[in-house]
């Protein structure tokens, strides 16, 4: 493999931007933001976007490139930035990618399982009721509909648990029945770096960020 992917990952404000574009920088090359919420145009505000001179800087994918009113998921990342890879890969040997949303770094460098498309109705109905209801009533649900999942799945999470609960009155199957963990092979070396710093030193810049 003669093309390589230098993926950065970290908590909020450890520092992954500002190295993302060294990074780019000293290799001529492009950066591919992994953030489930910069891609979003509509949002400003506590989503920690690149500066307009970062973004001046380095050419960047994924960031203000689509509308809160798409629906975007973990998989349509995966296709989007293999797309986005493939097309740099052509002039350059080094791509960066760097974002804060682990399972979209996961969906880019192992894949993920393909799960049937679910009925958008049933999608907002568990949503409103959701809204309504409150987590006990979702927990309600999925442990009567989808013991499997609860069985074992993350039932603090309220996105986890109406995922569950739309895959399973959709089609009818546990997600878990779909999720089978199978690593896909990629075409490029892939290296990962973690960045991390003191925790006080981190909540400082956190707190600072949100003044």
């Given at each position: 493999?003669n093309?390589?992917?230098?993926?950065?990952a970290?908590?909020?404000?450890?520092?992954?931007t500002a190295?993302?574009i060294?990074?780019?920088?000293?290799f001529?090359?492009?950066?591919i933001?992994a953030?489930?919420?910069?891609?979003?145009?509509e949002?400003?505000?506590?989503?920690?976007?690149?500066?307009?001179?970062?973004?001046?800087?380095?050419?960047?994918y994924?960031?203000g490139?689509?509308?809160?009113?798409?629906?975007?998921?973990?998989?349509?990342?995966?296709k989007?930035?293999?797309?986005?890879?493939?097309?740099?890969?052509?002039?350059k040997?080094?791509?960066?990618v760097?974002g804060?949303?682990?399972?979209?770094?996961?969906?880019?460098?192992?894949?993920l399982?393909?799960?049937?498309?679910?009925?958008?109705?049933?999608r907002?109905?568990?949503?409103?009721?959701?809204?309504?209801?409150?987590i006990?009533?979702?927990?309600?649900?999925?442990?009567h509909?989808d013991p499997?999942?609860?069985?074992?799945?993350?039932?603090?999470?309220p996105?986890?648990?109406?995922r569950a609960?739309?895959?399973?009155?959709?089609n009818?199957?546990?997600?878990?029945?779909f999720?089978?963990?199978?690593?896909k092979?990629?075409?490029?070396?892939?290296?990962?770096?973690?960045l991390t710093?003191?925790?006080?030193?981190?909540y400082?810049?956190?707190?600072?960020r949100?003044?």
């Open positions: 493999m093309k390589n992917c230098i993926v950065i970290g908590p909020t404000a450890v520092g992954k190295l993302a060294e990074l780019a920088l000293h001529n090359t492009s950066i933001s953030d489930s919420r910069q891609c979003y145009k949002l400003h505000i506590g989503v920690a976007k690149p500066s307009a001179q970062q973004l001046g800087q380095v050419p960047h994924f960031i490139s689509h509308s809160i009113h798409d629906v975007i998921t973990a998989v349509d990342f995966e989007y930035a293999l797309s986005v890879a493939e097309k740099l890969f052509e002039t040997d080094v791509v960066i760097v804060g949303t682990g399972l979209y770094i996961k969906a880019f460098c192992e894949g399982d393909e799960i049937p498309a679910v009925d958008e109705t049933i907002n109905n568990i949503i409103f009721q959701y809204n309504e209801k409150g006990a009533w979702l927990r309600s649900e999925v442990e509909k499997l999942f609860f069985a074992e799945g993350e039932i603090q999470n996105q986890r648990l109406m609960l739309e895959v399973m009155e959709s009818g199957k546990s997600i878990v029945q999720q089978k963990g199978n690593k092979k990629r075409t490029f070396a892939i290296q990962k770096i973690l710093i003191p925790r006080e030193q981190l400082e810049r956190i707190n600072s949100v003044n």
